[in-house]
């Protein structure tokens, strides 16, 4: 019979593990590819600048399409905001808040990728 | 387990590496290879495969050596890299269970597990460890097997120690329950024989 072991066996057993030495050449195989690694060249920083800049093109563009379709002064058919306050906007003003919100979006989800 | 490297060493080599001498890595390499290796193989029991973990902490940390600040201690702050290494090496690995080699238990004798001496018995229960969940296998190697206190195991997994406490209290009840189900199921075969 193989007795069961009880908790001060179970300390016993986990607190006595026995040591993995390490093969002949394992430090000089780390040390391979840690050179490696070290003449790889860095790598590329987000642009940033480049990320702005296009934000901004958006946002320049979308302001220039909203002032052109604001003039044509076209509503939806129904006014389903109305309940909640928000009917006095105009077609450019929702578009605009439309496109905000959704660059913010964007933006708040790249950041929380990237950070 | 092999005593700790002096701290005082790393943090120079640190300080070197970072100034662009890769050279000095050897010097954290050779003194941390033992309980890195040693680590790994405790998640996986397979010494190609703990080697091959190592090796890609090692890695990671000389990526990532810039990032060390100092405030916690060069062990914790490897161990932690270490341990985030193997964990996505494991991910979507089977556990490799609580199987016992009956091919180890020396032969002869009318009963075949008269050779199952306390060793295999030990060796039976820390390979269990590895079918335990991760998030109770993970502070029971570091705990015990790593002989990290409890400070140090919360630090390294990124847990409060009152979490870490309580995972390794279950960790430490399910592992019980399950070599108390597979002793009783082998000692009933053994009878039968």
Not at chain 2, 113 to 123: A, K, N, S, W
Request: aromatic letters at 8%.
């Amino acid at each position: 019979m193989i007795r069961e072991p009880d908790m001060d066996d179970l300390d016993r057993i986990l607190a006595n593990d026995e040591t993995l030495v390490p093969s002949s050449g394992f430090a000089a195989g780390v040390m391979d590819v840690v050179r490696n690694a070290a003449d790889e060249p860095p790598p590329l920083a987000f642009p940033w600048w480049r990320f702005i800049v296009g934000v901004l093109g958006c946002i320049v563009w979308s302001g220039a399409a909203i002032s052109v379709l604001g003039q044509l002064d076209v509503r939806g058919p129904a006014d389903p905001l109305a309940p909640i306050g928000l009917s006095g906007l105009s077609f450019a003003q929702w578009t605009l808040t439309i496109v905000i919100v959704t660059i913010a979006a964007c933006g708040l989800r790249f950041l929380r990728h990237h950070r | 387990m092999a005593p700790t490297p002096p701290a005082d060493e790393d943090t120079a080599a640190v300080r070197l590496v970072v100034a662009g001498d890769v050279a000095a890595f050897d010097g954290i390499v050779k003194r941390w290879q033992g309980r890195l290796v040693t680590l790994a193989w405790r998640f996986c029991r397979d010494r190609t495969m703990a080697e091959d973990m190592a090796q890609e902490a090692f890695v990671r940390a000389f990526r990532a050596l810039h990032t060390f600040r100092g405030d916690a201690a060069f062990s914790t702050w490897l161990t932690a890299i270490a341990m985030n290494t193997y964990r996505s090496c494991l991910r979507g690995r089977e556990p490799r269970g609580a199987a016992l080699d009956l091919s180890r238990t020396p032969a002869g004798g009318s009963d075949p597990f008269t050779g199952l001496r306390d060793q295999e018995r030990d060796e039976l229960v820390r390979r269990a460890v590895l079918a335990l969940p991760a998030k109770y296998r993970e502070p029971l190697v570091l705990f015990y097997f790593q002989e990290m206190d409890l400070a140090e195991t919360a630090h390294v997994l990124a847990l409060p120690e009152g979490t870490v406490k309580a995972r390794l209290s279950r960790g430490r009840d399910l592992l019980r329950q399950r070599a108390a189900k597979q002793f009783a199921g082998w000692n009933t075969r053994v009878s039968e024989t």
